[in-house]
């Protein structure tokens, strides 16, 4: 691209999806390593934006060790006659996309999640400095949203500076999510759906409506209607609902069109409340996970950030990939902290009644929006690391999903066809779903199985760490 001739890197859309290991990585920026880091987009006034102007608050690439983590922040102020705040959050979205866009430059989730890695080629090839970065972010966002006029950005690796601008951040994401509650999805005629993940997920389509945000968390209805209504050939675009065919677990056909269309036929039907039969893909920029608990017969939930297993014994990372890719895994369900604070949440699987376990992180963040009387009956790290210890705990409490529980019945796992799986499912009762273990790996007797795209009924499945097998480190 002759645009970026004065770039040392190839700049374009091939690079998005590359992933940089960490043998390979020069200097990594935010990710989970480092508590504090955020991106941010604002619009201005003209006068307070400067054209092009990149500025550096901390250390360059050039002065960074290699192979450290630095706390990291972006901030992208643009100012356009036609620009409104409510695009902010499309435009920082797109923060992802473009710095993807650039050879050896990996870009991953968004907000306040956000996790960067520089090669080792690309620095050697002379990208050494932010200031390469900040031109193709300034091109890339003016030629591709001509409604921005003017804009300037800002690269933070100062810690003291990261870390004094990051709680600022947080206020400014909670005014954006908490404007869009409060509207309902019956109230609305379109909804909207996003296919900027695809370049990872191809078969990913997020639909986002009032009462179910993105994945991603970084998108709320009235973000992507302002996108939509700017760019309506970009990668957010209008959902006509169409007819309301199941409102318990949210089934539109106007939905199951758009998903069907923009996924190439690959996903046709979409279940927007429930984490079972057709749920919405999760691509792989979900902020959480709701993974099923058969043992309790409830869901337990776990965030990026979360470094410990899980009560199941799982890591984020374990459960994330059982999740992700674009796919409809029955009990395995990427969300957005945003959509936890919605009536609508897993509406059709029991909302807050089936939820038995999240970090206490995630519990302080969303408390103000479980049912009172359900707060303390969910359990965190604090009150249960094992799923014995969680079976005593929601008994002890009265957690709703006790009176769910059925006589224990051990039996040991039955491996059947998915035809078969498919006809059980239907004849099964609906509070023992079937999952698909897409890519779930088993250990075995020093062998490693993995099923892909086999369904496994079983009444009962106990899932156990391997001991000094530690998840990796993506
Ligand atoms: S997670 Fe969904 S809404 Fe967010 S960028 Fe990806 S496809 Fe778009």
Not at 137 to 142: A, D, E, I, T, V
Not at 252 to 269: D, Q
Request: net charge negative.
């Amino acid at each position: 691209m002759s645009m970026f001739q004065d770039i040392p890197v190839d700049v374009g859309v091939i690079y998005e999806g590359e992933r940089i290991r960490r043998k390979d990585m020069y200097v990594e920026l935010g990710g989970p390593d480092v508590k504090e880091k955020f991106e941010l987009a604002r619009v201005k006034k003209p006068e307070e934006v400067e054209d092009g102007k990149i500025t550096i608050i901390g250390p360059d690439i050039k002065d960074m060790e290699e192979g450290k983590t630095y706390p990291f922040g972006i901030v992208i102020e643009v100012a356009g006659a036609k620009l409104e705040p409510e695009l902010e959050g499309v435009i920082e979205r797109r923060i992802h996309a473009y710095c993807n866009y650039i050879e050896g430059f990996m870009h991953l989730n968004q907000r306040y999640d956000i996790w960067l890695r520089l090669s080792k080629k690309s620095y050697q090839k002379g990208l050494n400095s932010f200031q390469y970065i900040g031109k193709v972010l300034h091109r890339l966002f003016k030629s591709e949203l001509p409604i921005i006029e003017k804009m300037q950005v800002t690269f933070i690796t100062d810690a003291e500076k990261v870390k004094e601008l990051y709680p600022q951040a947080l206020q400014i994401y909670e005014a954006r999510d908490a404007r869009a509650r409060g509207l309902k999805d019956e109230e609305v005629d379109k909804f909207y759906g996003c296919i900027l993940c695809q370049s990872f997920a191809p078969t990913h389509c997020c639909v986002i409506t009032p009462q179910r945000y993105s994945n991603c968390g970084a998108i709320s209805w009235f973000d992507a209607r302002a996108s939509a209504n700017i760019d309506p050939k970009g990668p957010i675009f209008e959902i006509d609902k169409g007819e309301l065919l199941d409102p318990i677990k949210g089934e539109y056909s106007g939905v199951n069109e758009a998903v069907k269309k923009r996924t190439l036929g690959e996903i046709t039907r979409v279940w927007l409340y429930t984490a079972f039969g057709y749920p919405h893909t999760s691509c792989g920029c979900f902020e959480g996970v709701a993974f099923y608990i058969p043992e309790v017969d409830g869901f337990g939930i776990v965030h990026r950030g979360y470094k410990d297993v899980t009560v199941n014994g799982l890591a984020f990372s374990t459960l994330a990939d059982s999740t992700a890719g674009g796919r409809q895994v029955d009990g395995f369900h990427g969300i957005s902290i945003e959509y936890m604070r919605s009536p609508k949440f897993l509406q059709a699987d029991g909302g807050y009644q089936r939820v038995v376990w999240m970090p206490k992180e995630v519990k302080e963040r969303v408390k103000n929006f479980i049912p009172a009387e359900l707060v303390d009956k969910i359990a965190t790290e604090e009150d249960a690391k094992t799923i014995d210890e969680l079976k005593a705990f929601l008994k002890a409490r009265g957690h709703p999903v006790v009176e769910r529980w059925k006589e224990e019945v051990v039996a040991a796992p039955e491996v059947v066809p998915a035809e078969a799986a498919e006809a059980m499912e239907e004849a099964a009762p609906a509070m023992v779903p079937t999952i698909t273990a897409a890519t779930l790996p088993i250990t075995a007797g020093g062998y490693k199985i993995i099923l892909k795209d086999a369904k496994i009924y079983a009444k009962r499945v106990i899932i156990k760490t391997v001991k000094g097998e530690k998840p990796e480190k993506r």
